[in-house]
């Protein structure tokens, strides 16, 4: 639990940082005079005053940060002092600022995204498990077994790269084309359809919903203990477990699992060996009273594969997928307003401190992938016209754009009525989504 909530807060910190210095960064470019800009929020802890007048504060809630602008100049102000205040710069340099924000979030994922081009990641190969009957999967002729080499032209290696080929072509529906490469090693096209209104209708998963998921890893054994229940049953070290008795490819919790409660009841298992499929009987050791044991060590069997790209191709990368994401992104949005989409498919900040610690558990490069699709979602979020949001501020600059004056008092009123009320109901969404799944 602690290391959970650690790994958000420090996502959180990260994020929004960097999403306020974007913020500072073009202000002080435009003149704009900042006070504070502050990590955290509530009582300060630590302040430094720079040269520019600008108070550097380490607040106690880490729950993000902020950037405190002159807005309005001091009574009696100088000229100076006015023409540092945000309200008296020019329109453009105003929405400049305003969109710093986002933007700065959508660069961090850029980042991010190409480092770990450049550092390379071991990702499991695109080979596909069980098809369900009745999917459209199925209906294409997709087998178990079954690797996935294209998706509507474009080459993919690993099961991720799939994934996001699959978004972004079937994000708008219609037919795609898939080269497979089938269990005999012939290579072949399959051509699947999935009408656009039927992706994520119920928060699954993209691939899964039309019937390709990937192949679950494989138990494989990699050591036998002398005079062990294991060695009288003739297990061998590199057999590949198919079945114990009911399970059908356990995975190593199950494995373990099923032994330790069969202490002295004989079970059979499948095993694949050179080849070919052997069937053994094991007495797990043990009585009633403890838990059963085989003396064998097991380890999951996932086929991986390198994915790694040179400086050029990793910037173009990281371009490439923050683009995908925040278009995908803002598609289902659009088909959520629209009814396309469940608002299932909304997490909040439970789901997303979950997301965080098993990410960070995985290992660096994964939990730097979820700092990238979240940086991207605070991009896109506050980049909704909504009043409230960055976004919100943009839309009243388009309307004094086309007025030739600000927006009225009124209006701002209303419109930050209404954009309260829409965070709210999203909120709300959100926190039943996660209270929903984890007792689900």
């Known amino acids: ?31 704009v005079r900042v006070e504070r800009f502050s990590i955290g929020f509530g009582k300060v802890l630590y302040r430094r005053l720079d040269k520019n007048g600008t108070e550097w504060a380490a607040s106690a809630l880490p729950l993000g940060g902020y950037v405190a602008m002159q807005n309005d100049p001091p009574a009696h102000a100088t000229q100076a002092q006015i023409n540092e205040s945000f309200n008296h710069k020019p329109l453009r340099q105003r929405a400049a600022i305003v969109l710093a924000g986002p933007m700065a979030n959508l660069i961090l994922a850029v980042i991010i995204y190409a480092f770990v081009g450049l550092l390379g990641t071991q990702e499991p190969i695109a080979q596909i498990g069980p098809v369900p009957a009745e999917t459209p999967a199925a209906q294409a002729g997709f087998q178990a077994g079954d690797r996935l080499i294209s998706v509507d032209g474009k080459t993919v290696d690993s099961w991720l ?35 656009a209104g039927e992706i994520l209708p119920d928060g699954r ?51 373990v699992q099923k032994v330790q409660q069969s202490a002295g ?7 694949l060996r050179a080849g070919e499929i052997q069937r053994l009987l094991v007495t797990p050791q043990g009585d009633a009273d403890t838990q059963g044991r085989i003396g064998a060590q097991v380890a999951m069997d996932m086929p991986m594969t390198l994915v790694r790209y040179g400086p050029i191709e990793s910037v173009q990368r990281g371009f490439s997928r923050t683009g995908q994401t925040f278009w995908f ?54 980049l909704l016209p909504v009043p409230m949001l960055d976004g919100g501020h943009l839309l009243y600059y388009a309307i004094e754009a086309v007025r030739g004056k600000p927006a009225s008092e ?25 209270i929903t799944r984890l007792f689900s």
């Open 1 to 31: 639990m602690f290391f959970t909530v650690l790994a958000f807060l420090v996502a959180l910190g990260v994020l929004v940082t960097f999403h306020e210095l974007g913020h500072y960064w073009v202000a002080r470019r435009c003149g």
């Open 161 to 195: 790269q799939a994934r996001w080929a699959f978004m972004d072509a079937l994000s708008s529906g219609g037919e795609l084309q898939v080269g497979v490469q089938d269990a005999l090693g012939q290579e072949q096209n399959r051509y699947l359809t999935l009408p």
């Open 205 to 255: 998963d993209l691939m899964a919903q039309a019937g390709l998921m990937l192949r679950p890893a494989r138990s494989i054994v990699q050591e036998v203990f002398k005079d062990s229940a294991a060695e009288q049953a003739g297990l061998q070290k590199d057999d590949v477990i198919l079945r114990l008795d009911s399970l059908v490819e356990p995975g190593i919790s199950q494995f």
């Open 265 to 271: 009841k004989t079970l059979e298992l499948d095993v």
């Open 329 to 382: 992104s803002l598609k289902m949005i659009g088909r959520m307003i629209t009814g396309e989409v469940s608002v299932r498919n909304v997490s909040g900040p439970v789901t997303i401190a979950d997301y965080a610690g098993q990410t960070a558990r995985i290992g660096f490069i994964a939990y730097l992938n979820f700092l990238a699709l979240i940086s991207i979602s605070i991009g896109l979020l506050n």
């Open 410 to 434: 009124r209006m701002m009123l209303v419109g930050q009525r209404v954009g309260l009320a829409l965070l709210a109901v999203l909120m709300s969404i959100a926190f039943f989504n996660d």
